[in-house]
Each structure stands twice: as C-alpha cells, then as structure tokens.
C-alpha cells in the first residue's frame, strides 16, 4: 500500500445519469484529491447503470452486477479501498426504500476488515396513513440505525437530520460529526444592486421552482401589487408544461416579466445568481443546508428567501436567510436589508459552507473511521 488514503463512494448513480447523490460524491471527491491527497474509486449500485466517460462517468467505476451483498462486496474489493464511504438515501437503492440487502452487505465489509461511513442525505419517508410509506417509515428507521451499527462513522448534511441520526446511536456512542453542508457552486462576482423593482429568482429543477411559487405565492403578489416586482428569472432545468407561468399570472406578472434562463453552463448560473436580488425557494429550512441551489446562492451573497425558519442549524434565520414572517409589515423588503443577509450569507459559506472546509471535514470523520 502506498501511504495514500482511497476511499470507496457507494453511489446510487453517477453520470451519464444526472443524480443530486452522485454529483454531491464526485466534487467531494474532486475536493480530497486537490486538498486532502485522497484518492476516491466508484461503485454504482444499479445493475441497470451503464458508464459514458464523454458524460463524466470517473474512470474505473465499477457497477453492481445485482443488488446482494455479495455483489456489493466484491465490487468494492475490485476498487482496492481503504474505507467505504456509503452515501446513502433508502429508494436510490431500492423502489420501495427498503434495502435490507445494503444492511447485509454492510456487515460484510466489517467482516473484511473495511471500516465504513454513511453519509445519509436522508433518513427516512414518511406520509399521511392512506399512503404506503406510513407502514413501511418504521422499516426505513429500522435500515437507517442498523446501518449507523455497522458504521465507524456517520454524519448528514442538515441539523433536522442530525438530531434525528443522533437518536439512532447506542447510549455512549458518538459516531455522529454534523451536520456537515453539502456543495453549492463558487460564486462569480457579485453585480450592484439595481435601485428599481426587485430582480427575484426561481432556480432548480421544475419541480422545485413550482413548489416555491406555490409556498411564496402570497408575497409575491403582495409585492407585485406594491410595484416592487420586476423581473422573474426562472433558471435551471428546462419545463415545457406552462405551469410556472400560470402561478405567475395568478399572481398578476404577466409573461413579458418572466426571463428564462434553461440548461446553463455553471459560469452562466453564477452570472444569474450574482444578478438577483433575492431567490425564493420552497424548502423548509431544515432542508436548505443540503440543497445545492440555497448553498450557491450563499455563495453569491444573493439572499434567500425559504418557506419557514425551523431547524435551520447550521444556518440562522434572519441572518443567513429570510422566511416570509419577516415580511408580514413590509410591503416590501428593504435593500438595505436584503445586502445585510446576502452578505452574511457569503460570509457564512466563506467560512464554513466553502467546499475545501467541507471536504476537510468529510476526511477527517473518514480517516478516524479506521482508528
């Protein structure tokens, strides 16, 4: 062995498949091996996965052949590994979120002498009793606390999920390091605040574009109605439903106020997010410490706007962001409050959401994981 730590990532996907989990273990990955001398190998544990480098796939991935334990360990053996670095969310590795054969192959590795992390990006569905994920929540717990069982070592990326891991361990265990950020993009240059109507952003996905402009409908037209609206930039992934358009015009902005801005380069997104006022995002705060999204508009110093401000540890409401209550006496937000937050955003990623201190976090929980 040549004295370098290489750690195995147990991903869902990876690219050519554009999947939250395996971005997220790529860049960690790209960050240990420029600051940490870290080297990292891939197994994707989907039977179905093929690799396509020319879409980023890492050299040397290897794919499952089936979901057993059996597969499992013999495919992280062929990565030659030191550690396993488990990145786990319960339907990336079964439909129904219920990989009991993930808890299996877990054990198997401690057998082989492999010490392991989880990184739990989630912990666990749950639902109204008319839903299916109401009887299966105790199952999903269950899988969640044995795999912290078999772990040297674990943390997750948002305080709610960090209280909850935390209630998973033994008496006298402390496995737990967190929450720990996820990654959000490096901010370009941060642009003069126009002086007129507010320039506000909806960016991600279509899915989470819409649940904002539904959870911030209210204001929005609120604000519009004041005259304090301007532009309504959409940025992310393409949609083609018409739907976002339609919950704008119930809010009275009518199509020639509405900027597309689809399918972008990161240095282009960063030229969005350096140009907004304020991004309104729909996740409740609990959730914003692992969206990539909320974490690169931080880094821009733009300021944002989640759904409500409970369990939002590491970051604070009313310094680090903005929940609508704030706004229940304005007609509209101040600009001078807007910097006030923005800025401290940026300084709160500067100094503890920057993925170089993000990886170094990871490494060091993963290097005591063989102690």
Partial sequence: MSGVLRVCHVVPKLPPVREG?????MQLAEEWRKGEGIESAFVVADPQWRPDPAAGTPEGTVRLEERTPGALRRAVAQTKADRVLLHYVG????REGLPFWLVRAAEGLGEAGLPLAVA???MWATGPFWKKVFYTFPLQREIARRLLRHAAAAY?????YDRLLRGLQRPGEEKVSGPISGFGLRPGERKAPDTGALRLLFYGLPSTRLLALRAQRRLLARWN????VGTVVLAGRA???GAEVGELARCG???ERIERRFDLSEEAIREVLAGADLYLTGYSSCLIGKSTTVLSALAAGCPVLAADGREAAPLRVGVHFFVPDEFRGSALPSRDRLAEVGEAGRQWWRTEGAPERIAARIAGLVR???R
């Fill in 21 to 25: 989990i395996g971005l997220y273990a």
């Fill in 91 to 94: 339907y990336g590795y079964d």
């Fill in 120 to 122: 739990y990006h989630e």
């Fill in 156 to 160: 997750t990326t948002v305080g709610y």
């Fill in 225 to 228: 109605g004041a005259g304090g």
């Fill in 239 to 241: 949609a083609e439903d």
């Fill in 253 to 255: 902005i009518g199509p």
């Fill in 368 to 370: 005591g994981a063989g």
